[in-house]
């Protein structure tokens, strides 16, 4: 059974750098691609990051404009967690952050979310 839990979440105000976890388990954490998403208040869930596995050792990283220059994704395989710090956090950045993962173009699994509020 696959499992994501999201940690790392909290209020902090505009400016500030928040990181997120986000521990995995039931899958083959090396091989999966695993990527961020949010739902903004009152929005349709969003990508955020990625993480995908090319091969080996190998992964591409991916990003929406919206977030490229200030959150930067990064996965720890021994420990099967991915992580996003972000950083210069805006109120729009305010949302439920969650953790999902895939074997192909499509991700199967999510987690539960973290809530990030970003105070102005």
């Known amino acids: 059974q696959v499992q994501l839990v999201e940690s790392g979440g909290g209020l902090v105000q505009a400016g500030d750098s928040l990181e997120l976890s986000c521990a995995a388990s039931?899958?083959?954490?090396?091989?999966?691609?695993l990527a961020w998403f949010r739902q903004r208040p009152g929005e349709e869930r969003e990508f955020v990051a990625a993480?995908?596995?090319?091969?080996?050792?190998?992964?591409?990283?991916e990003y929406a404009d919206s977030v490229r220059g200030r959150f930067s994704v990064s996965r720890y395989n021994a420990k099967n967690t991915l992580y996003v710090e972000m950083n210069s956090l805006q109120p729009e950045d305010t949302a439920v952050y969650y953790c999902?993962?895939?074997?192909?173009?499509?991700?199967?699994?999510w987690g539960q979310g973290t809530q990030v509020t970003v105070s102005s």
């Open positions: 999902v993962a895939g074997s192909g173009a499509e991700y199967d699994f």
């Open positions: 039931g899958l083959t954490f090396r091989t999966t691609n």
């Open positions: 993480s995908r596995w090319r091969g080996g050792l190998a992964y591409n990283v």
